[in-house]
């Protein structure tokens, strides 16, 4: 009993991040019709930014032990400037030329930045990993036989709190209203006098905000930040964000969650090495079976 | 209700040029397909001025035009003296043009409450947007008891409500209406005509495309016959609604 509760909170962490990043994949879907498969780049930078940061700390202050609130504060900072900062550049650069372009133009693309980015990476770093300083306060809590570590519950928590964020950010605000305004339809947002070009390029800095806070998070319960990092998370956050309806924020949220738990209890039941071969054969199901997703719109009213 | 809108136009253009939209030999249309051949035409300020035509006239490519949705291969687009042509479609609706497309467009998975926030999306003044809130619900007191609901679970007279309501909330000096009568019940299409009136009779110019002509014809001051992309007849209404031409092609009598 207590290892499937202990498989139930790792699959509530792992599918934390994956929601996380699926919300960015389904937001620039939403606006662009378009996967962004550099997205999970814009984590693995973040990562980088926060490592970086943290180190810098740790080079040169001691704020890292006497005040680690505030490192992880600016890490976490860090990281989502740099990947929005990042986002804002490929839409400018890599997507936005392309926007009448046939839909496979931009796909391929997005391809091209997210190999651009992890090999920029790779030679920066000569393939090696970014080890975290040590900042996060060892220990954990034990609820009967079941422990936690603190890092876990942090991962936990930040994921939620991100999640929450950006959901109320797209329902409450009048950005998010125009986001999912330019999400529905382009013209008449236009006709309402929205700027249809910056509301996009807002749906990409939202997503890459919470890309990057999420890589420095995910990076620090790690312990490191290499430049393959994104790539496994990002098709991973693809799949649940397809699993739980492309477009579909509360989906990419649920579709994170249930690939999360799916995963934890395939390495229990068929052993670890299943683990990523369960992802995709939910990803094939579900695109037979149910391409729209648990939450998505049956039909695509865009020609 | 105040008359918003009013005070902008009708006084300080009104002394520069009468003309409050002027289109110039006008081509415009999608790819390769021109759907509209050149037209020229006017609407002054105060008017209502109906565009009726056939299925594929142009009707909507001229207001798509206009509102800057597509851009003009050749000619000029003047509102209130200024150039219109090659502005950005939210650019224009900031200069005081308002366009309800056809088929409405609400945005169905937005709330009623948002689709009328999502009109007034350029204005600061949350006092005046509240005003015209509550404007919209007395001119349309049904969209105000669904406030919170999607706008998809509307019926299709609500829809049009709502994309006229959503319209105002800009506060065009200019509104653009494209087909309101479509789809909808003659009762609901009186309804609709009327507040199209009392809309004008406020201050809002209004530029008309309609294939129910006679209804068109009955509300409008001045119109336009649109045939494959040109200006087959320009006249007052009660001209039009005379011609034999008229009465035979689009009012449907023998």
């Known amino acids: 009993m207590e290892q499937w509760i202990q498989l139930t909170i790792d699959g509530i962490t792992l599918g934390g991040v994956y929601a996380c990043i699926a919300l960015g994949y389904t937001l620039v879907y939403g606006v662009l019709r378009m996967i962004n498969f550099a997205h999970g780049e814009l984590f693995m930078m973040g990562a980088f930014a926060g490592v970086y940061t943290l180190q810098g700390f740790q080079d040169h202050t001691s704020l890292n032990e006497d005040l680690p609130s505030l490192t992880i504060t600016a890490a976490i900072f860090m990281g989502i400037v740099v990947a929005v900062v990042l986002a804002v550049l490929m839409e400018r650069i890599a997507y936005r030329p392309l926007r009448h372009a046939p839909r496979l133009a931009p796909l391929i693309s997005a391809i091209g930045v997210s190999i651009f980015l992890r090999n920029v990476m790779l030679r920066y770093t000569n393939a090696r990993r970014e080890v975290y300083p040590d900042v996060f306060p060892d220990g954990s809590i034990e609820i009967g036989d079941v422990s936690v570590s603190y890092i876990k519950l942090f991962l936990i928590g930040m994921s939620i709190l991100f999640m929450v964020g950006l959901y109320l950010f797209i329902q409450r605000t009048k950005t998010g209203t125009a986001i999912?305004?330019?999400?529905?339809?382009?013209?008449?947002?236009a006709l309402m006098g929205i700027d249809v070009d910056r509301t996009i390029v807002l749906t990409f800095?939202?997503?890459?905000?919470?890309?990057?806070?999420?890589?420095?998070?995910?990076g620090m319960y790690v312990g490191n930040a290499a430049a393959g990092m994104g790539f496994i998370p990002g098709i991973k956050a693809f799949t649940a964000a397809v699993l739980g309806g492309i477009g579909s924020v509360p989906g990419a949220m649920l579709g994170g969650y249930f690939l999360g738990l799916s995963e934890a209890y395939t390495t229990k039941l068929f052993g670890a090495q299943y683990k990523d071969v369960v992802a995709f054969v939910l990803l094939v199901a579900v695109l037979i079976f149910r391409p729209w997703g648990f939450l998505g719109k049956r039909e695509d009213r865009r020609a | 209700?105040?008359?918003?809108?009013?005070?902008?136009?009708?006084i300080p253009h009104a002394a520069a040029s009468s003309a409050h939209l002027e289109v110039e030999d006008v081509v415009s249309g999608y790819g390769q397909i021109m759907a509209i051949k050149g037209i020229t035409l006017r609407v002054d300020t105060g008017e209502i001025v109906a565009l009726i035509g056939a299925n594929g006239a142009g009707k909507s490519t001229t207001l798509r035009t206009v509102s800057g949705l597509l851009r003009?291969?050749?000619?000029?687009?003047?509102?209130?003296?200024?150039?219109?042509?090659?502005?950005?479609?939210?650019?224009?609706?900031?200069?005081?043009?308002?366009?309800?497309?056809?088929?409405?467009?609400i945005f169905s998975q937005l709330s009623v409450r948002?689709?009328?926030?999502?009109?007034?999306?350029?204005?600061?003044?949350?006092g005046g947007i509240a005003e015209d809130m509550e404007r919209v619900a007395v001119i349309f007191p049904r969209l105000r008891e669904r406030m919170k609901q999607d706008g998809g679970t509307l019926s299709g007279g609500e829809q049009q409500m709502l994309a006229i309501g959503r319209a105002l909330m800009a506060r065009p000096r200019l509104l653009l209406l494209d087909e309101p009568s479509m789809g909808l019940s003659p009762v609901l299409v009186e309804t609709i005509f009327n507040t199209i009136i009392d809309i004008n009779r406020a201050g809002t110019t209004i530029l008309l495309v309609e294939q129910n002509a006679s209804m068109a014809l009955q509300i409008a001051s001045r119109g336009y016959v649109l045939e494959s992309g040109t200006i087959a007849m320009e006249a007052t209404a009660a001209e039009l609604r005379a011609s034999d031409r008229v009465r035979k092609t689009y009012l449907g009598e023998s």
């Open chain 1, 180 to 189: 999912r305004a330019v999400a529905e339809d382009r013209d008449t947002a």
């Open chain 1, 205 to 218: 800095v939202a997503g890459a905000a919470l890309a990057g806070a999420t890589g420095v998070c995910y």
């Open chain 2, 72 to 105: 003009p291969r050749s000619g000029r687009i003047t509102f209130e003296g200024q150039k219109l042509d090659s502005v950005a479609p939210h650019k224009i609706v900031a200069r005081g043009i308002s366009h309800v497309p056809e088929g409405r467009a």
């Open chain 2, 1 to 10: 209700m105040t008359a918003n809108g009013s005070d902008v136009s009708v």
């Open chain 2, 114 to 126: 948002e689709n009328l926030e999502m009109g007034a999306f350029q204005r600061k003044d949350k």
